[in-house]
Nanobody
């Protein structure tokens, strides 16, 4: 069974940090670009970060640029999202997703690109004092 599973979410105070992990089962994450999306309460789902298949390109949405870092651990079939200086506005459900090799799906926040076949179930991140 092919699946992606997120972990590492939870409740954190403003200014704090969390590291999300996306583990692949039944597929090799190295075969894909991997994106992170989020959905805040009452809002649509938006792409916020992506690492290309060849690890030669990273995308960050402006609101997270300089605070979030995406990385790949091929030995563990895992992609991480390190989130620092968290703000209440980062509160959302976070999802990892396979993307086309150059991260176009995540960059344009559209799900119509080839390769966007697998989504995790999502994990809650709450930033609150």
């Amino acid at each position: 069974q092919v699946q992606l599973m997120e972990s590492g979410g939870g409740l954190v105070q403003p200014g704090g940090s969390l590291r999300l992990s996306c583990v692949g089962s039944g597929l090799a994450l190295d075969d894909y670009a991997i994106g992170w999306w989020r959905q805040a309460p009452g809002m649509g789902r938006d792409g916020i970060a992506c690492l290309s298949k060849r690890n030669d390109y990273t995308y960050y949405e402006d609101s997270v640029k300089g605070r979030f870092t995406i990385s790949r651990d091929s030995a563990k079939n895992t992609v991480h999202l390190q989130m620092n200086s968290l703000k209440p506005g980062d509160t959302a459900v976070y999802y990892c997703v396979t993307d086309e090799p150059g991260c176009s799906g995540t960059f344009y926040s559209t799900t119509t690109y080839d390769g966007m076949d697998y989504w995790g179930k999502g994990i809650q991140v709450t930033v609150s004092s």
